[in-house]
């Protein structure tokens, strides 16, 4: 658990925070690839700028969080609510996916994983 953490550039590639508390932590222009984050509270965190390539973000508390300008391709967002998450647009959310329970932001769909 790291809430608050301050993590802006860090490599965390092939990392796994599953089930942790992020809450508030900056993951700012972090490169996040591979990340194993499913389960994880990043309420309001921030990852303005961060590579989420190929991370697992299934179930993750995602209230408040901020990704403007995130790298999303094949992020998972399976059973995920994003209607409360921040800097999302429609074509990063193209490039990730999710399942019937995710969650998008009004007037957004997340594509289904295959």
């Known amino acids: 658990d790291c809430p608050h953490c301050n993590l802006a550039g860090a490599d965390l590639t092939n990392t796994c925070v599953k089930g942790k508390d992020l809450e508030g932590a900056d993951f700012d222009r972090a490169n996040a690839t591979l990340m ?24 993750a508390d995602l209230n408040g969080a901020d990704f403007t300008d995130a790298t999303l391709d094949i992020t998972s967002f399976k059973g995920t609510d994003l ?18 329970e995710t969650k998008a932001p009004a007037g957004m769909k997340v594509p289904v994983c295959s």
Do not use: E, I, P, Y
Not at 83 to 100: F, M, V
């Open 36 to 59: 194993c984050m499913s389960f994880a509270n990043f309420k309001d965190a921030s990852f303005v700028g961060t590579n989420l390539s190929g991370a697992n973000l299934a179930h």
């Open 83 to 100: 209607r409360k998450a921040k800097g999302l647009t429609q074509a990063q959310l193209d490039k990730a996916c999710g399942d019937a």
